[in-house]
């Protein structure tokens, strides 16, 4: 575990729930419907949110643009990187979710 | 019976909350937004509706533009109007789903960011003229100085950078009250 990624968690719940939407490959839209399905409609993510997330995560290199033959549907899917990155703060909640089930 | 009608009003950039209710509040009334440029709003007569309005900030979407607007399109919401980096997005309240387009307080404050980080480049430059000249104008005038043109434009960019500042202040509250609310709220 580098530093750098060491430091990047914990995760925003947006960030965590994007992230583990694009497991599989999906576009943009199919995120935001992933989410909230996920989520059992309890979270929402704006497209405006939404956007601003994808873009980050283009940059950290936590997810990949998919060649497509649609540029207007962009479609991503998690990088190495991005898939350890979501197992470690998967790890640290399942950590945190243990401790307080020993202590409740 | 007028079907169109142009409106000046002004809303600096940390009202874009206010100035969204407000052309939902026109829509309920009929009329219908179609454009802005420079405080002039424009609309457009038509069924009293519930339409709501989003303001995004986004001044980096360079070759990007159809694949950002495409994503709000499949959400339901409409590109209204482009200025500058601002636009202008709406949506019927009864296709239902969300009504913002940022749905937490971590994009919401990185939105102000960058508005504060634009005007903040726009606004030192402003800042730095209308100074350099005040002071210029006090001593003995370049040449160029003693025109009424010139006395027109330095009272123009003075003007600019008190604006300038005054957004820069309340994006700034904007920023740090938005941080302060420790509950995310997802809705």
Known sequence: MTSANKSALPLTESTYLILLSLVSPCHGYAVMQKVESMSGGSVTIGPGTLYGALKALLKKGWIQELPTDEPRRKSYRLTENGNRILRQEVDRLEKLAQLGKKNI | ?187
């Open chain 2, 1 to 187: 019976m007028k079907t169109k009608k142009r409106v000046f009003k002004v809303y600096l950039a940390w009202q874009d909350e206010r100035e969204s209710a407000w052309l939902r509040h026109m829509a309920n009334k009929g009329w219908h937004f179609t454009s802005y440029t420079f405080c002039v709003y424009t609309f457009v007569k038509g069924e009293p509706s519930d339409v709501v309005y989003q303001l995004d900030f986004n001044n980096d979407i360079k070759n990007d533009h159809d694949s950002y607007v495409e994503l709000f399109r499949a959400d339901g919401w409409e590109l209204v109007d482009t200025f500058g980096s601002w636009h202008y997005f709406r949506k019927p309240c009864s296709a239902g789903g969300n009504m913002h387009i940022y749905t937490d307080r971590d994009s919401q404050i990185k939105k102000y960011q960058k508005i504060l980080f634009f005007l903040a480049f726009m606004g030192m430059y402003s800042i730095y003229s209308s100074i350099h000249w005040w002071i210029l104008s006090f001593g003995d005038k370049p040449e160029y100085m003693q025109n009424m043109f010139f006395t027109i434009l330095r009272l123009f960019v003075t003007g600019a950078a008190v604006l300038m500042l005054a957004c820069i202040i309340m994006l700034i509250l904007r920023i740090r009250g938005l941080k302060k609310q420790d509950t995310l709220s997802e809705k």
